[in-house]
């Protein structure tokens, strides 16, 4: 009910007034965006490969309604991937694109302009040793972004997929995906989904991360576990044992289970967040921890 609510409130245009216009709410939002700006992403990349940790920078925009927003997403990662390169951080950096953000969501030529923008971010990425993984988002658009994967894929085999466990197709999805090559994220799924598409019960929807998993792990891809669930955690390490695959966590969450891992010398990669439309991404991380939004209204509360 409180998940269903926060995620309601994560699409509401007067929630997000309500929230952005909340100066306390940035040192709570601090703890799981990277910063507002460019120096900001590279900051954070640098502390976490000192640290052993692997990254995937996600540039926070989505739910595109305007051309000229999508090209500034594009420009946005373009930017990231150069400041990277200059740094010396690019190789083996992954960035997380939601397609929504690149232009998926307009009208006619959606489909297009997205596969195209993601198309000069893929060149990008390339162009400095960096890979690319398409985020996934609400079930109407799985089939566009999927779709999307496999034009891209021709000319750039390394782009990655995500896929939702939460939903009753992924099973199928995962055994498409678990080809030769193909980077596949499995999660959970962190967008309010009706009981048609999507499990409705945690442990409907661990049941099908397990097997999901199983089937990822069983295949010739290169699976990326993305999970903060130790249970999930546990039970990677046994099937992955003896396979090439990775961890992956947010950033600000369970920072020390990510340097237990990263220390016993398992791949670890940490999905940073950075920009000024930090909404969507917030509000989907109070959902899905009745701590987190303790967190954050004890924190309200104590700095009024
Ligand atoms: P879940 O939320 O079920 O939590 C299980 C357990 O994990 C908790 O009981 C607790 O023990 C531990 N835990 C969770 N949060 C914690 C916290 N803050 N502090 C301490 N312990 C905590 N979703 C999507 O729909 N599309 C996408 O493209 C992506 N991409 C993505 C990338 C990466 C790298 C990650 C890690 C996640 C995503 N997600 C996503 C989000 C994902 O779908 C999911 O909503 C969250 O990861 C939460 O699910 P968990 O598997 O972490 O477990």
Not at 55 to 81: F, K, P, S, W
Not at 189 to 218: F, H, I, N
């Amino acid at each position: 009910m409180l998940r269903a609510s926060l995620l309601a409130a994560a699409r509401s245009p007067l929630a997000r007034k309500a929230v952005e216009g909340n100066p306390l709410t940035r040192s709570v939002v601090n703890r799981f965006v990277a910063g507002a700006r460019t120096p900001d992403a590279v900051e954070a990349t640098r502390a976490l490969i000192g640290s052993g940790r692997a990254v995937t920078i996600d540039y926070l925009g989505e739910d595109t309604t305007d051309i000229a927003d999508a090209t500034t997403t594009v420009d946005a990662y373009v930017t990231l991937l150069s400041a990277l390169a200059d740094q010396g951080l690019a190789s083996g950096a992954d960035v997380s694109v939601k397609l929504s953000a690149v232009g998926q969501a307009l009208p006619g030529d959606g489909h297009k302009i997205a596969l195209e923008n993601a198309r000069l971010i893929a060149e990008a990425a390339k162009g400095v040793g960096a890979t690319l993984t398409l985020d996934m988002e609400d079930h109407t658009t799985t089939d566009s972004t999927l779709d999307t994967l496999q034009e891209l894929r021709t000319d750039f085999p390394w782009v990655g997929a995500v896929i939702q466990a939460y939903l009753h197709r992924t099973l199928g999805d995962a055994r498409d995906l678990a080809v030769a090559g193909s980077r596949v994220r499995l999660c959970k799924g962190a967008y309010q989904e009706p009981a048609s598409v999507a499990y409705q019960t945690k442990s409907e929807v661990d049941r099908s991360y397990v097997q999901c998993l199983r089937v990822l792990m069983e295949g010739a891809g290169y699976p990326m576990v993305a999970s903060h669930d130790p249970r999930i955690v546990k039970i990677a390490g046994e099937l992955g044992t003896g396979r090439d695959f990775e961890y992956q966590m947010l950033y600000g969450i369970r920072p020390q289970e990510q340097l237990a891992i990263a220390g016993r010398g398992d791949t670890m990669r940490v999905y940073v967040p950075f920009g000024i439309q930090w909404y969507g991404y917030f509000m989907r991380r109070l959902a899905e921890r009745p701590a987190n939004l303790a967190f954050f209204l004890r924190a309200l509360v104590t700095r009024g």
